[in-house]
Each structure stands twice: as C-alpha cells, then as structure tokens.
C-alpha cells in the first residue's frame, strides 16, 4: 500500500515539475517575445495644444512635423505609436472662458474640436488624442502627484516672482526687463524669453525640488548628445542648467485658478498646469501602469517616447521640468527631444496685430493638402526660423512637384517611348552587378547618386532634418532630368538598330528608377500624391518600404493598371 502511495505522491511531483518547468519556458518565451516587440515600438508625441485660440501655421508645421517623423518610422517598419490633444487647465483658459462669457468646460470644447479639425485635414496618423479634462487624466495626474509627495520630493512653501499668464510659468528678476509695449504704448515688465508681460505674484503653494536634479540632468544631456536636438537648444538647456535655479512652484491657490485639478487631499490647491500638462505623454500609454507594464486599458505601454516633438518656446518645459519629474518618480526618459523653430513671414513674427497670420485650413485649401506639407516640411526651420512667403510656397509647387518630379514621370511613361517596366528589375540586376568602373559612362553619374541617394536622405531624415533630406531627394530629380535630357530618349526610339531599343530601356530604368526610389522616400511627407504616383509606376503595394529605397530593389513585381482615368501630370494641377 506504501509502495502505490508513494509512486502516486512520485508521479504527482514529477508532473508538477514538468508543469512549473513549462511555465518557466512559456514566460520565458514571453518575456523575449515582449522586449523584442518594446524594441521595435515607435512612440512620437506632439505637444498638446492650449485652447486659447485659433490653430495657426505654426500649429500645422509641428502637427505635421510629428506625423513625417511617425510614418517615416512606419516606413523603416516599426510599430508606432503618435500622440496629440489639448491642453485645457490654467489661468489663461480660466480668463478666456470668462471673457468669452462660456462655461469652461464648453469653451475648451469648441477649440479642442478646432484643432482635432486641423490634425485630421492635416492628414495626420494619430493613434491617441488627449484632453486633459478627461477623467482618466485627472486619475494619471493625481497619482504621479501622489508618488512625488511619497518620494519626498513636493513640499509647501512660500513662492514669490515675476509671473507670466499667458506662458503659465514664474521667471526670475534676470529673465525679465522692462520695457514699452508695442501694442499698448505702456511701460512695463516682460519675459525676455517670450515677450509676454509679467506680474509680480507672493503666495504659499507646492513645491517641486527641482534644484535636486541639476546634476542628474546635466549628466543626463552630456553622456547623452542627441537627446536634445538642434545643438543649440541643447546649449541653451545646458546654459540653464548651469546658472542654477530654483526649486519650481506646482501649484496655484484654488482661489486663483479653480479650473484645474486639484491638489490630492489640500482642496485649496490647483496642480501646476505644466505638472498637469506634461504627464499626458504617460496618460496615453495607459498610466498609473500595473506591475508588468501595461496600462490600465490593458493595452501595451510604448513609454517612454522615442522622439517628442516641440516648439522651441517650450524647450525648458520639456528638456528641464518634465526629465527631472520623471526623475523623481523613477520613470524611463524620452529618449530625443525635437525643439523645431517658429514662422515668420517677411523676417517678421507673425502676429494678429501685423495681420500677417496664416490660416492652416486656407492654405490647404489653396495649394492642396500634400503640396502645403511639403512646402512646411522643406522650408521649415529646425535651428533657424522659416519664413512664409506664397510666392516660395508657388516656387516649391512649381519647380520642384511639377518640374522636377511629376514632369519626368510623365515624360518617361508616355506611350510614345514604351518603357517596358515589366523589364526593369532584369536590367536592376545587370547594374547591380557591376562596379562602378564598369557602369557604362553616361550612365556613371547618376548611378552613382542613386547607389548612395537613401542612405544620405536617411542620415537626415534620421535627425529630424528633413528639409534637407527632402533637398538631397530633388537633387537626384534634378540630376535625373538632365540625364534625361543629355541621353535624348526620344531620339533613341526612333532608332532601329538592335542595340538601341536596350539603350533606350536602360536610360529609361535609370529615369524611373530615380522617381521610384524618391517617390518611396517623399511617402512620409506626402502620402496621398505618392500613393498615386507610385500606381502609375504599377509598383506593388509590398515593395513600398524604406528597404525597397534602395537601388534595384524595385520592379520585382510589377502591378499595371492601379490608375485609371487620370495622367501623371495631374498629380499636380495648375495653381492660378
């Protein structure tokens, strides 16, 4: 009877350890599988935007700035993840909303709506939107504000300085200088770094101990080059750093400002609105996470962000407050800051009172959606301002879409010269394989742009200058239309020796292959316009992606009659 119970008990073990040893392997397995799909996971952010007023064009440029980034990594196959919404609390929406004699909550509303408006006639890839007036969001907040207090790091004290309204932050007596109004006439004091006007304010409030962080965060950019990106916000932040600081005031009397979220357990508070604000980036990713990383909506966490795109006015919130936060909560850092530069219009701020304001929707509306992205997206200041100018947006439409892009396209597919595209990835091969010394010579020259043509695009792209990727693209365009018009195609199909119908195949593969690899390359910038013209290619819909960019990668298969009714140089009409 012994033995019987003995071999049961035995057997019960034996399959208990095969049971837990499976387990092991399962979640072994799982946990690779997780940190492969965590490294290939792509998180962008856009700034969320105050309600204050109307969308302008520097609003379309970070929308748009943010969505190239994104489907640029969609296009190097990651999986992405891009973020956007408005931000709602503060004084000056308080203000606004009075002014307007609105309720609050239907004032943010009505703008927030706007720009939602904007982002989707923008074309923009949005995968989460954010208010922070949603409930899940005051959830967030309150709970990082919570572990903050918990670490050690909020505390009350009395907080005296120079405030700016309509920029929702104290300066110090060196960040301000008095001066006369423009607008007004009056004499008075102003933030240097925005302009907007200051009032002296002394009140108890929440602290944050920032001061605590200057080290960490100096090492922090220093180890780490790129993490803050043009060079000159980097010293800009660094030069911040380095003069010191105090620690940050998070909170505002309730009886200043009631339209916020409060301070858990002291009512008589009002959480910071760039306290508030910042913490949307980990809001969308499901915060407060559970213990394996997911969000509270159960979806995967792509925190932290990858590349977080900014205004250059609100570099410091985004370089300084928001890394020292996560700091003190013990919370992964965004991985690259992009503080791109602002519009001008004639050298000159754009500004209501100038009446040089551009709207976005108009702007769209005259030139077309992808046209006026590119436009944004190629003029576009990163270190240094952009100007806008209708006359250069005409430029670009006309020298560069028309002229340099669409033109040889159609030139190339005219039924006159039959390019027999069914033919191309034979003659890809047979250029492959030859070095360059063997490439026939009229042929050198442009072989060789197209050799290195993506991997110089990428290198700025790569950066976030993608206007000067974009100048490397239609320069190969450009090269490219003078091939053509050096090697005279339309000479050659009149010619009947043998070797003239290769000649003229060949010269027609290094052509297209040119609008191929360009066109495979502008999809970020301008999706719709590419979609088509890579149609009329008849490239396949799966031999679209970055690796595809490279030369003789294409024409594997070659998909005809995608377009119908329509030529190439419709792609873009004539403007009046």
Excluded at 530 to 537: G, K, Q
């Amino acid at each position: 009877m012994y033995s019987c119970l003995y071999r049961r008990l035995h057997r019960a073990s034996h399959l208990a350890a095969i049971t837990r040893a499976v387990e092991a392997r399962r979640l072994f397995a799982s946990s690779i599988q997780r940190r492969e799909e965590d490294a290939n996971n792509y998180f962008v952010t856009q700034p969320i935007f105050y309600v204050n007023s109307v969308p302008h064009i520097g609003h379309f440029y970070t929308i748009v700035l943010a969505d190239t980034i994104k489907r640029y990594a969609d296009l190097l196959g990651k999986n992405t993840k891009l973020s956007a919404g408005t931000d709602e609390h503060g004084l000056k929406i308080q203000q606004a909303a009075e002014k307007a004699g609105e309720d609050t909550l239907s004032f943010c509303t009505r703008y927030s709506d706007k720009f939602r408006d904007l982002m989707a006639a923008s074309n923009a890839s949005i995968t989460d939107f954010i208010r922070t007036s949603d409930p899940q969001h005051h959830k967030a907040v309150s709970h990082f504000w919570k572990l903050l207090v918990k670490r050690g790091y909020i505390y009350k004290g009395k907080h005296e300085g120079w405030y700016a309204v309509s920029d929702e932050a104290f300066y110090t007596e060196s960040q301000i200088e008095e001066r006369v109004d423009p607008v007004t006439g009056k004499r008075g004091k102003f933030a240097i770094e925005s302009g907007q006007p200051v009032e002296w304010v002394s009140e108890v409030n929440y602290k944050f101990r920032l001061s605590a962080f200057k080290d960490k965060l100096i090492k922090w950019i220093e180890t780490n080059p790129d993490v803050i990106y043009p060079e000159i916000r980097r010293n800009e932040v660094l030069g911040w750093l380095n003069s010191g600081f105090d620690d940050l005031s998070v909170s505002r009397p309730r009886s200043r400002l009631k339209w916020g979220i409060p301070v858990p357990n002291d009512p008589d508070h009002t959480i910071y609105v760039w306290v508030d604000a910042l913490v949307n980036y980990a809001t969308v990713n499901g915060y407060p996470w559970s213990a394996d990383g997911t969000g509270t909506d159960g979806r995967p966490n792509f925190f932290p962000p990858n590349v977080q795109v900014v205004g250059k006015d609100i570099v410091r919130f985004h370089a300084v407050y928001w890394p020292a936060l996560l700091m003190a909560a013990d919370l992964p850092l965004p991985k690259r800051i992009l503080a791109h530069a602002h519009w001008t219009m004639g050298a000159q701020k754009m500004s209501k009172s100038k009446g040089n304001v551009v709207d976005p929707f108009e702007a769209i509306a005259t030139y077309g959606l992808d046209p006026i992205r590119y436009f944004i997206i190629r003029n576009g200041g990163i270190s240094d301002d952009g100007d806008y100018s209708s006359d250069e947006v005409l430029v670009r439409y006309r020298k560069d879409l028309v002229g340099q892009l669409a033109n040889l396209a159609s030139r190339c597919l005219s039924k006159r010269l039959c390019a027999d595209l069914e033919g191309f990835h034979a003659i890809a091969e047979q250029q492959q394989d030859r070095y360059q010394d063997q490439v026939d010579e009229r042929d050198v020259a442009i072989y060789a742009i197209l050799i290195k043509l993506p991997d110089r695009a990428k290198e700025k792209f790569d950066k976030g200058e993608f206007g000067r990727g974009l100048g490397i693209v239609f320069d190969a365009l450009a090269l490219a239309n003078k091939y053509m018009s050096d090697n005279e195609p339309w000479k050659i199909v009149k010619q009947t020796y043998p070797e003239s119908r290769v000649r003229l195949q060949t010269v027609l593969f290094y052509t297209l292959e040119t609008v191929r690899i360009a066109a495979i390359m502008l999809q970020p910038v301008m999706p719709m316009k590419t979609e088509l013209l890579l149609n009329h290619l008849s490239v396949s819909k799966t031999e679209r992606s970055w690796k595809h960019a490279q030369f003789g990668a294409g024409w594997q298969t070659v998909v005809p009659n995608q377009v119908s009714g329509s030529s190439v140089s419709a792609l873009f009409p004539k403007l009046s």
